[in-house]
């Protein structure tokens, strides 16, 4: 494939940001508390990672653990505290009791956002139909990517769904581009970019030593190494597997 894939990885702090983007990494995904499979960062935090590198910074936006925004006006205002401090691009994702997005809850803080680019995340799978959640929210301002393993379980379970909607591009509801994480190995490489998926999500693979290690660079190097590769033929050594069950990566 001759379009550089993005490689997209989570960054807890300033030490991992770099290492990041030292490895070769496009774009971080900036959260705390991976107990909670990463909430929203402190303002202090997001300012601190955007005067250490000047790579592209997706903010999650997401006060609790599961799928349900919780207090949404509290969300609101965090999410206006990152826009004044600098932050230009985001993560959310909101379902209803029943599996459906909540369409109402996404609207409210994608307003607060004045057209900033952002990420649907891996709540879409766990949703209760991923194809009308994609046309729910087809014409929302800034939705440009959906971070999805294609399943609840993972990539390896997921990857036929993953397959569908790639071939599915360009289609309504399907204009966005895929983001693949959760459960991500290289050895899935290969076929996802083969299907023209140009997009991809590290955590935990980003950290050979764990989650309470810092991001090795070396690590990300070998991704980015993997991605640029016309015919990468991998065989998993590194493995993006989560602390618990990583609702959003």
């Excluded at 993560?91 to 994608?110: I, M, P, Q, S, Y």
């Excluded at 994609?134 to 399943?151: E, N």
């Excluded at 997009?199 to 070998?222: E, L, Q």
């Excluded at 980015?224 to 990566?249: I, K, M, V, Y």
Aim: with cysteine.
């Amino acid at each position: 494939m001759s379009e550089r894939a993005v490689l997209e990885v989570i960054a807890l702090g300033v030490e991992d940001a770099v290492a990041a983007q030292a490895g070769g990494a496009d774009r971080l995904e900036l959260v705390t508390d991976m107990a909670a499979d990463g909430l929203t960062p402190a303002v202090a935090t997001v300012a601190g990672i955007r005067a250490a590198v000047d790579i592209s910074l997706r903010v999650m936006l997401r006060l609790t653990a599961g799928f349900a925004v919780g207090d949404v006006e509290r969300l609101v205002r965090v999410a206006g505290e990152m826009r004044e401090a600098g932050a230009e691009e985001f993560v959310l994702g909101f379902l209803d009791a029943e599996g459906g997005v909540d369409v109402g809850v996404v609207e409210r803080v994608v307003g607060e956002l004045d057209g900033c680019r952002w990420t649907f995340h891996r709540a879409i799978d766990h949703a209760s139909d991923r194809d009308a959640l994609r046309k729910q929210l087809a014409d929302l301002p800034g939705l440009d990517t959906y971070l999805t393993a294609g399943s609840a379980t993972g990539v390896d379970e997921g990857l036929p769904v993953l397959l569908r909607e790639a071939a599915r591009q360009g289609e309504p509801g399907y204009e966005q581009r895929l983001l693949v994480g959760g459960g991500l190995r290289l050895d899935h490489v290969e076929r996802l970019r083969a299907a023209g998926i140009d997009g991809f999500h590290i955590g935990g693979a980003a950290r050979p030593d764990g989650w309470t290690a810092p991001v090795s660079a070396d690590a990300v190097r070998t991704w980015r190494r993997a991605l640029d590769r016309p015919f990468f033929q991998g065989r998993g050594e590194l493995r993006d597997q989560p602390p618990h069950s990583r609702t959003h990566n």
